[in-house]
């Protein structure tokens, strides 16, 4: 997974912007909740188990203890690293003084849930992760019997609830976003195309009750096994091209790459529609058959800078995903401040209606802890992809 697409005409940003700085106060002050702990100076650094560079000012005894639980080593180390690395920025970006964090490793022999046993018994009161659903499952009754929340990098709904709370990009509210946008500028025969599977599964459920809920239509819904030749079949499946005027292809980016050229020469002139998944997929941007398409997603508006401030200080570029890990440490340095050293995490704060602000902009968890987001909807030209829906800045009164 790439760096993600950053649109051409940015999103506004708070006049004299400065990352690590004015940026990071404006984000831990842009939603209810308390102001962090500030302290001066004081011992050095941790144990080297700890990431470098992150903020010591207190005693190990006079400090919140959190987890981060993310895979350092496999298949999926990079992902992992790549968030330890932004969760540890977000550290010491917002100065929080009063926490300590700690890396875990969930691809080891003995898995998520001996990682977790591990942080829970060196007294850490509250878990950032894990990132696969799998690690989520093993981690949750564990985390659960010792009451300590876990914050998780995961999409997957199934795994949210009961103490866990999810900060991935769930396709639900994307779709939502960008099937009301479409409706809104006249586009209501929605045709779509879905993947076989648990992500297909779930796509096909909210293009149905995002088309209710903006009074359209599906009128062909068709899903193929992610083969050229499957894929093919399924445009074909959809029937009269000038029957629908717009299609969803509820994939990702890579995918659509290769459905837009198919779409085209099966004679459709369709408006395609895209899910978050776009998102991470660069190439779109400079994909002629994508001209014109639509898709919901975080704002881009801060991306940027941290992706900037990430290369600098790590030498590389940061996966997409890695801003999960950066927000959810300013959400729980915002919180910090009701959460006295020793005592129980402060969970009633995670569902703060008011919600938190972060990279990827405001957010809040719902009643089945899944993180509610504002979207922006964004359009691929030839200029690149610009904003052409701005995400609401918060969530008011909502």
Not at 221 to 232: E, F, H, I, K, N
Not at 291 to 314: C, N, P
Request: charged letters at 20%; a positive charge.
């Amino acid at each position: 997974m790439a760096e993600g697409l950053h649109a051409s005409q940015p999103a506004m940003r708070p006049n004299g912007v400065r990352w690590g700085g004015v940026t990071v106060a404006l984000l831990l002050a842009g939603c209810s909740g308390v102001v962090p702990r500030t302290q001066g100076p004081g011992p050095a650094a941790p144990p080297p188990r700890h990431a470098p560079g992150q903020p010591s000012r207190l005693p190990d005894e006079a400090r919140d203890r959190v987890a981060v639980l993310v895979p350092l080593t496999g298949a999926e180390a990079g992902i992992g690293q790549s968030i330890a690395n932004a969760a540890n920025m977000a550290l010491i970006d917002s100065g929080g003084s009063a926490i300590r964090i700690t890396m875990y490793d969930t691809a080891t022999a003995t898995g998520a849930a001996a990682a977790a046993q591990r942080a829970i018994a060196e007294g850490n009161g509250l878990i950032l992760g894990p990132l696969l659903s799998s690690d989520v499952r093993e981690v949750a009754p564990v985390a659960a019997a010792a009451h300590v929340p876990v914050v998780s990098f995961s999409n997957d709904v199934d795994v949210a609830g009961r103490g866990v709370y999810l900060m991935g990009f769930t396709p639900t509210e994307s779709i939502d976003r960008v099937v009301d946008y479409a409706h809104e500028r006249g586009l209501v025969r929605i045709a779509v195309l879905i993947p076989n599977g648990l992500y297909g599964r779930r796509s096909s459920n909210a293009v149905i009750k995002a088309a209710e809920g903006a009074q359209s239509t599906v009128v062909s819904m068709q899903g193929y096994d992610r083969s050229p030749a499957s894929l093919s079949a399924a445009i074909k499946k959809l029937g009269d091209p000038k029957g629908y005027d717009a299609l969803l292809i509820a994939d990702s980016g890579r995918i659509a790459l290769v459905a837009a050229p198919l779409v085209r020469k099966s004679g459709s002139s369709a408006r395609l529609l895209g899910t978050e998944l776009w998102n991470t997929e660069p190439a779109l941007a400079s994909a002629r058959p994508m001209g014109g398409a639509w898709f919901a997603a975080v704002s881009d508006g801060l991306y940027g800078q941290f992706a900037a401030k990430y290369r600098a200080r790590f030498g590389k570029a940061p996966f997409r995903l890695a801003t999960l890990g950066y927000d959810s440490v300013l959400l729980t340095v915002r919180i910090a401040g009701d959460w006295r050293p020793g005592s129980t995490f402060p969970e009633a704060r995670l569902t703060d209606k008011g919600g938190f602000s972060g990279v990827d902009g405001a957010f809040r968890f719902d009643r089945d802890g899944i993180a509610e987001r504002m979207l922006e909807v964004k359009q691929i030209g030839a200029g690149g992809v610009t904003v052409v829906s701005p995400a609401a800045q918060g969530f008011g009164g909502r």
